[in-house]
């Protein structure tokens, strides 16, 4: 049970979305290719996002 309790653990996935909206530390490499990488899984994310808010909604709709 507690393999499997693990398994499902959600705490980090949303540990990482809160990081990857903040600012960036002012140690942090700041080149364009980070930046862009960067850039690019926010976009991801709240596409992902929207995704799952649409598809809930169909599922309820329907």
């Known amino acids: ?7 499902f ?3 980090e996935v949303f ?3 809160i ?3 903040q600012k960036p530390k002012p ?3 700041a ?3 980070i930046r862009a990488m960067h850039t690019i899984n926010k976009i991801s994310i ?3 996002i929207v995704c799952l808010i649409v ?3 169909r599922a309820f709709i329907r």
């Open 1 to 7: 049970m507690s393999r499997l309790r693990e398994q």
């Open 9 to 11: 653990k959600v705490g």
């Open 15 to 17: 540990t990482y979305f």
């Open 19 to 21: 990081r990857v909206f």
């Open 27 to 29: 140690g942090a490499p």
């Open 31 to 33: 080149n364009f290719n």
């Open 46 to 48: 709240l596409m992902f």
């Open 55 to 57: 598809m809930t909604y």
